[in-house]
């Protein structure tokens, strides 16, 4: 009787610390839950619709979710610009949750079409923003050359703090 109750208290004890892990696991983000770059389905300027499948393969990615209303999402789309010589060996997947026409003006300002290894689309559901649980625009993740999530920033971040996650 003794050994079966001990039993009992060491599986209720093993389901508790069970129970909490999987809140715990619950309560991460998205991006944090699944460290891929997620698979939505982005519109492009033109209008065509892309996914990461549609991404270049083995190179290091920068998803840059920003809004086109923005003063801190400007500021940093200007320093990649000025920087863009530090991000040749990098994807840049610009994403806003806004819908594509607002994007074009965006686009059109700063010249994105001047940089090749720069994407910029929109993701209109707005699912990204509760994938990466987003609150404070921009919202910076690095990925490296499989795919997998390396480090990221909601709100304002250093350029120089990105470009030490840049190889």
């Known amino acids: 009787m003794m050994r079966h109750l001990m039993v009992l208290c060491i599986c209720l004890v093993m389901f508790g610390f069970s129970a909490q892990a999987q809140e715990a696991g619950a309560s991460q983000p998205a991006y944090k839950q699944y460290p891929v770059i997620p698979a939505f389905p982005l519109t492009l300027v033109d209008g065509h619709k892309i996914t990461k499948n549609d991404l270049k393969k083995n190179v290091q990615t920068l998803v ?63 699912q990204i923003m509760y994938f990466y649980d987003l609150h404070y625009f921009p919202g910076l993740y ?18 120089d703090s990105l470009t030490a996650y840049l190889k």
């Not at 690095?142 to 350029?159: D, M, P």
């Open 64 to 126: 840059f979710i920003f809004s086109v209303e923005c003063e801190h999402c400007k500021h940093m789309t200007e320093e990649i610009e000025k920087n863009i010589d530090k991000f040749k060996n990098i994807q840049i997947l610009m994403i806003t949750p806004f819908q594509p026409e607002l994007m074009k003006d965006y686009y059109n300002t700063y010249k994105i079409k001047n940089y090749p290894n720069i994407i910029m689309a929109s993701e209109a559901t707005r």
């Open 142 to 159: 690095i990925y490296n050359k499989k795919g997998q999530f390396v480090k990221g920033w909601e709100g304002t971040a250093r350029l």
